[in-house]
């Protein structure tokens, strides 16, 4: 559904269908120096081998800085870091990219709680979901494959909540040790 005065996607399709090469290219360079946002996705979707890593590190980055940010503090705004996952997988559709990036934000959120203290419920729920969604992830045919890759810092993270109230701890635990019986044999 578009808004009241958009033009909507059928529109701009149509308008794209006219350029040539040169136009396109430029309206993509355009949107690439418009923002970092864009930036980061053409660099994530148009990676040469060997280009990934850096940029699955720019949407790692973005993550980590929600928790931590590098310019002292701000109230804790979880969206942005979600969003940073949903855009590598946008991009990239690469799976393992966005189990990577879906545990960081775990790890970090963990790691957040333990150097300020209990944050609240929805704190805790926001990360309890994407480690569920990274859970359902690892348990189709092609997560399983990655579990070993990841196996590591998920038995680290259960360490690391294990004690954390809420309810937070004990459902990353229970989560964790769900997974590894049914793929930590592999």
């Given at each position: 559904?578009?808004?009241?005065g958009?033009?909507?996607?059928?529109?701009?399709?149509?308008?794209?269908?006219?350029?040539?090469?040169?136009?396109?290219?430029?309206?993509?360079?355009?949107?690439?120096?418009?923002?970092?946002?864009?930036?980061?996705?053409?660099?994530?979707?148009?990676?040469d081998?060997?280009?990934?890593?850096?940029?699955?590190?720019?949407?790692?980055?973005?993550?980590?800085?929600?928790?931590?940010?590098?310019?002292?503090?701000?109230?804790?705004?979880?969206?942005?870091?979600?969003?940073?996952?949903?855009?590598?997988?946008?991009?990239?559709?690469?799976?393992a990219?966005?189990?990577?990036?879906?545990?960081?934000?775990?790890?970090?959120?963990?790691?957040?709680?333990?150097?300020?203290?209990?944050?609240?419920?929805?704190?805790?729920?926001?990360?309890?979901?994407?480690?569920?969604?990274?859970?359902?992830?690892?348990?189709?045919?092609?997560?399983?494959?990655?579990?070993?890759?990841?196996?590591?810092?998920?038995?680290?993270?259960?360490?690391?909540?294990?004690?954390?109230?809420?309810?937070?701890?004990?459902?990353?635990?229970?989560?964790?040790?769900?997974?590894?019986?049914?793929?930590?044999?592999?």
């Amino acid at each position: 559904m578009t808004k009241k005065g958009s033009l909507g996607w059928s529109h701009i399709k149509k308008r794209l269908e006219s350029f040539d090469r040169l136009g396109l290219i430029d309206l993509v360079k355009d949107l690439y120096e418009y923002s970092p946002e864009n930036r980061a996705f053409l660099n994530a979707r148009f990676a040469d081998s060997g280009q990934e890593q850096a940029a699955l590190e720019e949407y790692r980055r973005r993550i980590i800085e929600v928790f931590f940010p590098t310019r002292g503090f701000s109230n804790l705004k979880l969206g942005p870091a979600r969003k940073a996952i949903r855009d590598d997988h946008k991009a990239t559709s690469d799976l393992a990219g966005t189990l990577d990036l879906m545990l960081t934000y775990v790890e970090t959120g963990t790691d957040f709680t333990n150097q300020f203290g209990d944050i609240d419920e929805p704190f805790y729920s926001s990360l309890e979901s994407v480690l569920d969604d990274l859970a359902r992830r690892l348990k189709t045919s092609e997560g399983a494959e990655m579990y070993p890759r990841f196996r590591e810092r998920l038995l680290k993270l259960a360490r690391r909540a294990g004690h954390i109230g809420w309810g937070y701890g004990d459902d990353v635990t229970s989560t964790v040790e769900e997974l590894e019986a049914i793929l930590g044999q592999r």
